[in-house]
């Protein structure tokens, strides 16, 4: 439950730069799932909810002939478009600064729409409805998370495990130990039983489909400081004139556990839930 806080557009003010660099991939495969579950050859429209600096809407594109993305924040916007010009795919891409609320804004109907870690910042019972109706008869809406109920450690891999618990633990003490969001806060985190939401819009299913993780990654300091930027609650503009005395904080820290500035962790899997609209 969701709680103390209302949306707003600082919610991830100032991240956008730091996404695509801190954000774990998600799993090798997932390309190829969808297009096998979907039966995507190439054709039809897909409409990214939330869609971020492009990150899964530029990775599927090649199973679309048009990928339309939708996000709130400029800088996402922004970013997507710059990362779509270098892949040499703007002439198949358009990118709508709106909040999901604002659908369907004129974008026509669509094969799948695709919402990836963004759900939950939405009024969810009014999104799953609208984007119900803009998807074509048969349409499937696909709903892309890491799995969450899986533990993976850093243990045979050569460099040591990020230390996120000290992390968090930074971050609180800079920010205070309630999550932040945006200029509110979020003590009960954010909601979830998708389930009960997508199923009240009228939709069927859904199927499940995990695309395995587990894949070794190195990282960075850089990679690790730009991964606490992307975050919501750790966003760069929360801590005002102090970001500069916490970034360097987070550096002391990450050389305190690993003088060689590397560090070993896992992909995370990922959890695909495919819902469907009705086909007549």
């Not at 709680?3 to 998600?26: I, N, Q, S, V």
């Not at 909810?49 to 990150?55: A, D, E, F, L, S």
């Not at 909040?99 to 804004?105: G, I, M, Q, S, V």
Request: charged fraction near 25%.
């Amino acid at each position: 439950m969701v709680t103390d806080w209302e949306w707003d557009d600082t919610l991830f003010l100032g991240t956008a730069a730091h996404y695509r660099r801190g954000r774990l991939p998600y799993a090798p495969g997932l390309a190829d799932t969808l297009a096998e579950v979907l039966e995507l050859d190439g054709r039809g429209r897909l409409i990214d909810v939330g869609c971020g600096p492009g990150t899964i809407a530029l990775d599927v594109a090649h199973l679309f002939g048009e990928i339309v993305g939708v996000d709130p924040d400029r800088g996402m916007i922004a970013e997507a478009a710059r990362e779509a010009a270098a892949r040499e795919l703007s002439g198949k891409t358009r990118w709508v600064r709106a909040r999901a609320e604002d659908l369907p804004a004129g974008l026509g109907t669509f094969t799948v729409a695709v919402f990836g870690q963004s759900f939950h910042w939405m009024d969810r019972d009014l999104v799953a409805a609208t984007v119900r109706d803009m998807l074509r008869p048969g349409g499937a809406l696909v709903h892309i998370s890491d799995v969450k109920t899986e533990t993976r450690t850093a243990e045979g891999l050569p460099h040591p495990a990020v230390p996120y618990p000290a992390l968090d633990d930074l971050v609180g003490r800079y920010l205070g130990p309630v999550r932040r969001a945006g200029r509110g806060v979020l003590p009960q985190g954010t909601p979830g039983n998708e389930a009960a939401v997508f199923g009240r819009a009228g939709f069927t299913g859904p199927q499940r489909h995990v695309v395995p993780g587990g894949q070794a990654l190195e990282r960075t300091s850089d990679d690790v400081v730009a991964g606490v930027f992307s975050m919501s609650f750790s966003a760069p503009h929360l801590f005002g004139p102090r970001q500069d005395a916490f970034e360097a904080d987070v550096r002391r820290l990450l050389r305190e556990v690993s003088a060689s500035d590397r560090f070993s962790e896992r992909r995370p899997s990922t959890e695909i839930f495919v819902w469907r609209r009705d086909p007549r």
